[in-house]
């Protein structure tokens, strides 16, 4: 079995695929060639938004996004410590800093109750991840950023396709910004991303970023980055694109087969608690995209050895809080941020992806049942 199956779905669009890469071999525009327009039209489209710019990852996007907001020394941009390591690593690469706020114990998001007391004078975005494909409390978070006039930048990286109170992600705030790393929930072949936004001038700002700075040839206003999407990832996403709303309705609807499945052999959703293995909660306001099907177990090592032992592999999203890594210094490692600390001490991600089988479920849930003793 495979944590995530990509064979299969090329399977399903490799003519496609092929004969796209074909297409920008023979036109040899490698470089901002006309699949990044018509990508990024087809994307803008889909979240809802008047803008997409693609970039050439999730990461690059986080920084550009900053970049156009022209965030830098001496600012402080408030996320969560529970996240990937390129969250907190591209404000600190500003010369900013994370100003980490607790995550939410039911939905791993951070926890709108605690964001007000992190703002302050210094305080330039907020910037909350959708973890595991789940959107943050959008809503609640841009009433605080509203009250103190700050932008919000949704870290939609495992979100695209995810929708919040009918809403796509990534159309939630002033940017959005997802990669498309091939294991995320829309994957190309390499690295790639984009940010979103209704705001025309970062949307313009965002354009010149990624290429240098540049507003026309060799004319550069601001400094930027080599940061372009490339030409043959995005043809790559558009044949993606064809199939990505049904396996987005696949994620959603196998995440919670498999809740129904653990729930029924003894785990507890995490909204409830007190169980001794823990299943997500998708709230009622989401549509989550399942990039990660994450549980909370006791003795995480030894079920993840028990799983591997039958062929089942697993992950873990994320083992150390990002107050906690060396690179960042924060020096309480746990104490300001007891849910993070908690949560990562006990998560582990199973096989994850839009074609698991029925049988395959059964198998993965027979082995957790087995290995934690529910
Ligand atoms: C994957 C990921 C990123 C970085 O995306 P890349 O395309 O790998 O650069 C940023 N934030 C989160 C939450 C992610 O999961």
């Given at each position: 079995?495979?944590?995530?199956?990509?064979?299969?779905?090329?399977?399903?669009?490799?003519?496609?695929?092929?004969?796209?890469?074909?297409?920008?071999?023979?036109?040899?525009?490698?470089?901002?060639?006309?699949?990044?327009?018509?990508?990024?039209?087809?994307?803008?489209?889909?979240?809802?938004?008047?803008?997409?710019?693609?970039?050439?990852?999730?990461?690059?996007?986080?920084l550009?996004?900053?970049?156009?907001?022209?965030?830098?020394?001496?600012?402080?941009?408030?996320?969560?410590?529970?996240?990937?390591?390129?969250?907190?690593?591209?404000?600190?690469?500003?010369?900013?800093?994370?100003?980490?706020?607790?995550?939410?114990?039911?939905?791993?998001?951070?926890?709108?109750?605690?964001?007000?007391?992190?703002?302050?004078?210094?305080?330039?975005?907020?910037?909350?991840?959708?973890?595991?494909?789940?959107?943050?409390?959008?809503?609640?978070?841009?009433?605080?950023?509203?009250?103190?006039?700050?932008?919000?930048?949704?870290?939609?990286?495992?979100?695209?396709?995810?929708?919040?109170?009918?809403?796509?992600?990534?159309?939630?705030?002033?940017?959005?910004?997802?990669?498309?790393?091939?294991?995320?929930?829309?994957?190309?072949?390499?690295?790639?991303?984009?940010?979103?936004?209704?705001?025309?001038?970062?949307?313009?700002?965002?354009?010149?970023?990624?290429?240098?700075?540049?507003?026309?040839?060799?004319?550069?206003?601001?400094?930027?980055?080599?940061?372009?999407?490339?030409?043959?990832?995005?043809?790559?996403?558009?044949?993606?694109?064809?199939?990505?709303?049904?396996?987005?309705?696949?994620?959603?609807?196998?995440?919670?087969?498999?809740?129904?499945?653990?729930?029924?052999r003894?785990?507890?959703?995490?909204?409830?608690?007190g169980?001794?293995?823990?299943?997500?909660?998708?709230?009622?306001?989401?549509?989550?995209?399942?990039?990660?099907?994450?549980?909370?177990?006791?003795?995480?090592?030894?079920?993840?050895?028990?799983?591997?032992?039958q062929?089942?592999?697993?992950?873990?999203?994320?083992?150390?809080?990002?107050?906690?890594q060396?690179v960042?210094?924060?020096g309480?490692?746990?104490?300001?941020?007891?849910?993070?600390?908690?949560?990562?001490?006990?998560?582990?991600?199973?096989?994850?992806?839009?074609?698991?089988?029925?049988?395959?479920?059964?198998?993965?849930?027979?082995?957790?049942?087995?290995?934690?003793?529910?």
């Open positions: 079995m495979q944590f995530i199956d990509l064979k299969t779905q090329y399977g399903r669009i490799d003519r496609e695929v092929k004969a796209r890469i074909e297409a920008v071999l023979e036109h040899g525009q490698f470089i901002m060639g006309p699949e990044i327009q018509e990508l990024e039209e087809r994307l803008a489209d889909f979240v809802g938004v008047r803008h997409c710019v693609g970039l050439s990852s999730g990461t690059d996007a986080l550009a996004a900053m970049m156009a907001l022209e965030i830098g020394r001496g600012d402080e941009v408030i996320t969560t410590p529970f996240t990937f390591i390129a969250t907190g690593e591209m404000i600190a690469l500003l010369g900013a800093r994370p100003v980490f706020v607790d995550i939410d114990p039911v939905t791993y998001n951070m926890d709108p109750d605690k964001l007000e007391d992190a703002i302050t004078g210094r305080t330039r975005a907020i910037m909350p991840v959708a973890l595991y494909g789940q959107c943050a409390d959008m809503d609640a978070i841009n009433a605080v950023a509203e009250r103190h006039r700050l932008p919000v930048i949704e870290d939609a990286a495992q979100s695209f396709g995810a929708s919040y109170r009918g809403r796509r992600s990534c159309g939630l705030s002033r940017i959005g910004c997802t990669s498309f790393f091939p294991a995320k929930p829309l994957g190309a072949y390499g690295d790639a991303g984009a940010c979103f936004t209704d705001d025309d001038a970062i949307a313009q700002a965002l354009r010149e970023i990624r290429n240098h700075g540049q507003d026309r040839r060799y004319h550069h206003p601001r400094l930027g980055l080599n940061a372009r999407l490339d030409t043959i990832q995005a043809a790559i996403l558009l044949v993606k694109m064809g199939i990505f709303p049904e396996e987005v309705e696949a994620r959603s609807r196998l995440g919670a087969r498999y809740t129904e499945l653990l729930n029924a003894g785990a507890v959703s995490t909204d409830v608690g169980g001794s293995v823990l299943t997500p909660f998708v709230h009622p306001d989401n549509l989550s995209v399942h990039a990660q099907y994450t549980l909370q177990v006791p003795s995480r090592d030894e079920v993840a050895e028990k799983l591997g032992q062929g089942i592999p697993t992950a873990v999203h994320y083992p150390i809080p990002l107050n906690d060396p960042f210094h924060v309480l490692p746990g104490a300001e941020w007891p849910v993070s600390a908690s949560v990562a001490s006990r998560v582990i991600s199973l096989p994850m992806h839009p074609y698991l089988t029925e049988e395959m479920q059964q198998r993965v849930v027979e082995a957790v049942v087995e290995a934690t003793g529910l």
